[in-house]
């Protein structure tokens, strides 16, 4: 005769994903709320955007009102202890000022925000109203802002063929106030390289790259989520920013190996959200 063991589990952090779906499944909720579970963190939402996508292109996108956002945000605020923050496609000015307002850092509730202004196939999911009021409103609330090269350009209000190296881009978003992981993959049309380099910067600190393995692969729809909600997850487990960076980026180059051969969409597929038999090392045990 077997019994059930009197162990409890322990209670997982809580980690709110604030963003848009992905009827492909790829990138937004979808990836953040996989990519928490993976981390054994318990993962909530609210869903800024509702869009009709695919590994090509975005067809449609439908914008629930602020005041719907509003109260997805209460209905979770209200009634689980929220131990992060990550956001991803924001959408308009007013929901951006939303997350500012409510869902601000604080010491016992880290804001990662992923500043999603176009999609991987190029669609535009944030104009520059937006990357306006994210630089005013919100990253000096933020605790980290993960944009690759492009975004940090727009969140800057520079030209898309602005020729500002990386760690300068990084330093300067660090001057509004939070930490920045500048992401480093390879460019459009770029020579392939073994490695890629991302920029560490924090306010009044010189940036710090980051060298990791590059993963040649085209199925890395989601990848940017992906690496920001692990990012999210380390935060709420405890761990110090710069190994909780490096233990996100490590996920993140695992799990484009283990898609890189999938056969998934006409386009660019989706990096691997199916759980991995070898599991993510915990952030705080990595130095």
């Known amino acids: 005769m077997t019994t059930l063991s009197s162990t409890r589990s322990p209670t997982p952090p809580v980690v709110l994903t604030v963003a848009g779906t992905d009827s492909g499944g790829a990138a937004g909720v979808a990836a953040d709320l996989t990519t928490f579970a993976a981390h054994g963190v318990h993962g909530a939402c609210v869903v800024t955007a509702v869009t009709a996508q695919d590994t090509t292109e975005v067809h449609a996108v439908h914008a629930p009102p602020p005041e719907v956002v509003a109260a997805q945000v209460d209905a979770v605020l209200g009634d689980l202890p929220v131990g992060a923050v990550k956001t991803g496609v924001l959408g308009s000015p007013a929901v951006v000022r939303l997350v500012a307002e409510r869902l601000a850092a604080r010491p016992d509730r880290p804001l990662v925000v992923d500043p999603v202004l176009v999609a991987t196939s190029g669609a535009v999911l944030g104009d520059a109203s937006v990357a306006a009021a994210y630089a005013d409103v919100l990253l000096p609330r933020a605790t980290v802002v993960t944009p690759n090269a492009d975004e940090a350009r727009a969140l800057l209000g520079l030209p898309p063929d602005d020729t500002t190296p990386a760690p300068r881009l990084a330093a300067a978003l660090a001057a509004t106030g939070c930490a920045v992981v500048l992401t480093g993959g390879p460019a459009p049309g770029a020579v392939p390289r073994a490695t890629c380099t991302d920029w560490l910067a924090r306010p009044g600190r010189s940036p710090v790259p980051l060298v990791h393995p590059r993963v040649r692969t085209e199925n890395d729809h989601g990848s940017g989520c992906t690496f920001s909600a692990a990012l999210a997850a380390g935060l709420a487990g405890g761990a110090d920013l710069e190994p909780a960076v490096g233990a996100a980026a490590r996920y993140v180059a695992r799990q ?30 990595t130095s």
């Open 256 to 285: 484009l190996a283990r898609s890189a051969d999938w056969d998934l969409g006409r386009g660019r597929g989706p990096v691997a959200h199916t759980l991995d038999p070898h599991p993510p090392h915990r952030p705080q045990e």
